[in-house]
């Protein structure tokens, strides 16, 4: 299993590449234990999901607290078959999901977001899940939307993406609990996902 | 067939307000094909891919042309079977594609890129193209990524995703090629993509 993210932090301030540089020391507590690169346009990262979420959950709160609007873009990816299996993204949660039936998988993720820590910072989010292969994608995603209404941190459905709004730690805990527990276990599944905060639309 | 995208653009500037007001004004001559809405996190545009590609590559062609970094996230999809069907994004090269095999689709591919108009401005894309359902999704994903190879915007591949470069005008001809010649015509077919113009990081 490779388990990653290309992760890009945007900063709308004439000051940006400060807050994106001070934001990637975020990252310096991570670096045991995920890879971590930068290029011109996103930042790979790549290990097992609980240090992976911590990392981008940690990257964007720590911008999202200064005063400046903030968005990010992150793609996720999990078992994608042109990617070479890496024992460093090793993911207890998905091993078991493998003998797990949807309702108990769902049960699983809702009790992992109240479990969530408090970040104490307020951020938006929107994303789809996809699902390759073949098998019923759609049940799947059903069944996780499903649990994203009950998640405490649903705001709304829109064409193509789910809205999610809410303290930094229970909206990446929803978003880690959507990409792991839905979807064949084994299989390929991606995550599109942009964060927001401090927008002026909003105030 | 439900066919459309969110948009957002990110402007790394403190006056970002002005240029995403400004972008959205190079869509005034695309109202009247596709259905645009804006809320605080992204744009939604509805219709044919002709008008939907056309209208996304202007609206980052104009805020390129400024000086300062600008990024663009967009979330294209067609097919989703959560969607209803509409007839305003009736696509011929779609229905065509049903009878056609991986290589006469690669070479329309090609000839589209080659004929796109010239926009004047250089920009940096990194994409991935997901192809959901049933079927051998990755022999579509590899023919995808020999036609994008050959394209002449081809810059290099990543993990998750594929570097495009060039003129706008060649690199969202050959986006547009890749979201409607691979994966299964009638199929469920997304596309995760940033756009990036002006970034201190080549200067």
């Not at 789809?128 to 941190?153: A, P, R």
Request: hydrophobic share 40%.
């Amino acid at each position: 299993m490779f388990i990653g993210a290309q992760v890009s932090l945007y900063p709308m301030t004439s000051d940006f590449v400060a807050v994106i540089t001070d934001g990637l020391e975020a990252l310096t507590s991570y670096r045991s234990d995920l890879r971590i690169e930068t290029d011109d346009m996103s930042t790979l990262m790549v290990g097992a999901p609980e240090a992976l979420f911590a990392a981008i959950r940690d990257l964007f709160a720590a911008a999202a607290r200064r005063p400046e609007h903030v968005t990010m873009h992150v793609t996720l990816s999990r078992g994608c078959p042109g990617e070479p299996d890496d024992p460093s993204c090793r993911c207890e949660a998905l091993e078991r999901a493998q003998e797990q039936g949807l309702a108990e998988r769902q049960a699983l993720a809702a009790e992992a977001v109240t479990g969530a820590p408090v970040a104490g910072v307020e951020i938006d989010v929107q994303f789809s899940l996809y699902v390759m292969g073949g098998g019923d994608h759609m049940e799947e995603i059903y069944g996780c939307i499903d649990f994203l209404k009950k998640s405490g941190t649903f705001l709304r459905s829109k064409n193509f993406c789910t809205r999610l709004r809410g303290d930094a730690g229970a909206v990446f805990a929803t978003l880690q609990q959507a990409f792991l527990r839905f979807g064949p276990a084994q299989g390929h599944v991606t995550i599109d996902l942009t964060a927001s905060a401090n927008s002026p639309s909003l105030r």
